[in-house]
């Protein structure tokens, strides 16, 4: 039997599953070996690993049911052995005035300040420069837009419309909410630890952060290594692996990005509306056979599942694209005629039931689009835990389902990815690393 020499040091619960990914890429790129898991496992990871990476689906769902979650995991990372954690959202912060990142960052604080009043505080950054996230006087872009100008406001569940995080954090949390600027940053990790001591003798337990460049991310980070608790998007992870090693805790690990290869079909399945999604889903259909899964047609019980399926066979292992998305638009006039909740939950369902019977069929290589989708096709396939590899695109990374019958799996955020995105997957999928 395998007896695990390595403890996990950095514990981390992310909101969605694309989320996950994006931020165990991150990690792997600075040398840790992560492990993903969908949901909280039953028991104990046996593999050698540095950093562990709790999959939650709870972005979206009601703010107490995300917290019960996320308390959850952050009890079995802390049974793990894990030293610090990390609360991964959206780079582009979506919530509602409701939650969820405000009330499961202020839950997780209170289950971390047994170790001390330096438990008692944690950093938001949901900037990602190399995916054009930035935030500035704690105003989120987008490339160059405002948040609230950035496609975003029209996002179906999660609609930003309003740039300033610190207005947007303080509208969700019961505690009072800072600003860690970007002045104080560029000064560098023992400014921003000063601007934290300040802040939080001051009653303020969560400071939004900016971040312009890498180099802010990697001071942020360093600044962040006595924390308990870290939030963000998966950029200001970057800065984590270094401390680790600092501190004689980890070794670089030139192998943590390697995967075993796997053998199989493929399908792309997409239920993003995104821009990008959206873009990426032209892309393919200009020379690639698709199948349109139309929400409409299944609320009228249409065989949608049967015919997406007959249309995989009559491709005779060419990898195919199944999709349901489209423009704005047509989103939002079938979200008032179906219902914002049953419009998406007969989109998951339907996507999700062809990846369960396209696995039934021999497929082995998935590409999935959107981060409800990939959280709905991933416990479809039954996969429980994922070895993280090498970034398809920046925040998207080939992964490996570990289990009876490994698969390999790319799950991509709606907004990830350039416009050849899915084709650029399927040769990673294969081995192939351009």
């Known amino acids: 039997m395998h007896t695990r020499t390595r403890r996990p040091v950095l514990g981390c619960i992310a909101d969605d599953f694309t989320g996950a990914t994006d ?43 995300a917290v019960a979650q996320s308390l959850a995991a952050l009890d079995w990372l802390r049974a793990q052995g894990c030293r610090q954690f990390f609360f991964k959202y959206c780079s582009t912060f979506d919530s509602t005035d409701a939650g969820n990142i405000g009330p499961v960052a202020e839950a997780l604080l209170d289950a971390l300040a047994e170790n001390g009043s330096e438990g008692d505080f944690a950093i938001a950054c949901p900037a990602f420069p190399e995916n054009g996230r930035t935030v500035y006087r704690g105003h989120l872009f987008v490339g160059d837009a405002l948040l609230n100008e950035s496609g975003m406001e029209n996002h179906p569940l999660t609609p930003m419309r309003d740039p300033n995080l610190v207005r947007v954090l303080q509208r969700q949390s019961q505690s009072k909410v800072g600003l860690i600027g970007s002045a104080t940053v560029a000064a560098g990790a023992a400014a921003v630890r000063e601007a934290i001591a300040r802040l939080r003798a001051d009653g303020v337990r969560l400071a939004i952060a900016d971040a312009l460049t890498d180099a802010d991310l990697r001071t942020l980070g360093e600044a962040c290594a006595d924390l308990p608790l ?51 889903v032209a892309e393919w259909q200009a ?19 049967e015919a997406a399926l007959a249309f ?47 696995k039934a069929r021999g497929v082995r290589k998935f590409v999935v689009a959107g981060g409800e989708t990939s959280g709905a096709v991933v416990q479809a396939l039954d996969v429980n835990m994922l070895q993280i590899g090498p970034p398809i695109d920046p925040g998207v990374p080939v992964t490996v389902a570990l289990g009876e019958t490994p698969l390999v799996l790319a799950l991509k955020s709606g907004n990830f990815g350039a416009r050849d995105f899915f084709a650029k997957a399927l040769r990673y999928a294969e081995g192939e690393r351009s």
């Not at 075993?260 to 821009?275: E, I």
């Open 23 to 65: 931020l165990a890429s991150t990690l792997v790129r600075g040398g840790m070996r992560t492990i993903q898991t969908i949901g909280v496992p039953a028991s104990a990871v046996a593999e050698d690993v540095d950093a562990l990476v709790v999959a939650l689906k709870s972005r979206t769902i009601d703010a107490q049911d």
């Open 230 to 280: 870290v939030t963000g998007g998966s950029g200001v992870a970057i800065g984590l692996p270094e401390n680790f090693r600092r501190a004689g805790l980890i070794e670089p690990n030139e192998q943590a990005a390697d995967l075993p290869s796997v053998s199989g079909p493929a399908l792309v399945l997409a239920g993003s509306a995104s821009k990008a999604t959206n873009a990426q």
């Open 312 to 358: 995989i066979d009559s491709n005779a292992g060419q990898p195919v694209l199944i999709y349901a998305t489209a423009a704005p638009e047509e989103v939002g006039e079938v979200q008032r005629e179906l219902g914002v909740a049953a419009a998406g939950k007969l989109v998951e369902d339907a996507l999700a039931a062809i990846a369960r019977e396209a």
């Open 287 to 305: 020379a690639r056979p698709a199948f349109r899964v139309d929400p409409r047609s299944l609320a009228r019980g249409e065989a949608v599942v």
